[in-house]
Every structure is written in structure tokens, then in C-alpha cells.
Nanobody, 122 residues
Framework: AVQLVESGGGLVQPGGSLRLSCKASGFAVGYYSMSWVRQAPGKELQWVSSIGAPSDSTYADFVKGRFTISKDNAENTLFLQLNNLTTDDTAVYYC????????????????RGQGTQVTVFS
């Protein structure tokens, strides 16, 4: 069975950093496009970033060079490095397996993990 398990969230002050991980099982991340999406309190899911099977990456405009998506095919794990965090980044972050490569931020996931909470407080 396909499983995605996120970790690495936590409490951090503005300007701080976190590294999120998503351990996949039941499939190989190397063969799929993978995404990170997030949901802030009271808001809809928001696409953050995607990485394709050949490791090409795309980011939402609000990332502005602060986040970096990567993956380790040998460990079957997806990562998201979050730098220079702001209070607007407070959300539950989910990793997702995409049905097709993501174009222009249009993500269509068939599996999503349980999420990891990121809270940025001043």
C-alpha cells in the first residue's frame, strides 16, 4: 500500500529554518512527480513546490527562493528545506504523489500524507 509519512515540523521564530521529510513506501519516488502543499488555519490547500521524476523543480511565487525541494531516491524520501520563515508560513505541510507532472502549479495528487505542523511565532 502507498504510504507517505511527513516529519520535521515544529515551532520556529521568524527568520528560522526547518527541514521537512516525507518517507514514502509502496512505490518509488524516483518514478513520480512529488509535491509539497500546505494548509493554513481557515484556508484552502495551497501548492508550494513540486519535483519531477528527473528532479526538475518548480515553486510557488510566494516561496521567493526561500524553500528548496529535493529527494533521495535511494532512501525513497522527499524533502523540503524551509529558510527565512515568516508567520505567513504557519500551516500543516503535506507531501503528495502526483498523478501527472505538475505544470503551472496545477497539482493533481492521488495520495497525500497526514501532514506535519509548522508554526512560526514571534
Amino acid at each position: 500500500a502507498v504510504q507517505l509519512v511527513e516529519s520535521g515540523g515544529g515551532l520556529v521564530q521568524p527568520g528560522g529554518s526547518l527541514r521537512l521529510s516525507c518517507k514514502a513506501s509502496g512505490f518509488a519516488v524516483g518514478y513520480y512527480s512529488m509535491s509539497w502543499v500546505r494548509q493554513a488555519p481557515g484556508k484552502e490547500l495551497q501548492w508550494v513546490s513540486s519535483i519531477g521524476a528527473p528532479s526538475d523543480s518548480t515553486y510557488a511565487d510566494f516561496v521567493k527562493g526561500r524553500f528548496t525541494i529535493s529527494k533521495d531516491n535511494a532512501e525513497n524520501t522527499l524533502f523540503l528545506q524551509l529558510n527565512n520563515l515568516t508567520t505567513d508560513d504557519t500551516a500543516v505541510y503535506y507531501c503528495a504523489r502526483e498523478r501527472t507532472p505538475v505544470l503551472n502549479g496545477k497539482w493533481r495528487a492521488d495520495y497525500r500524507g497526514q501532514g506535519t505542523q509548522v508554526t512560526v511565532f514571534s
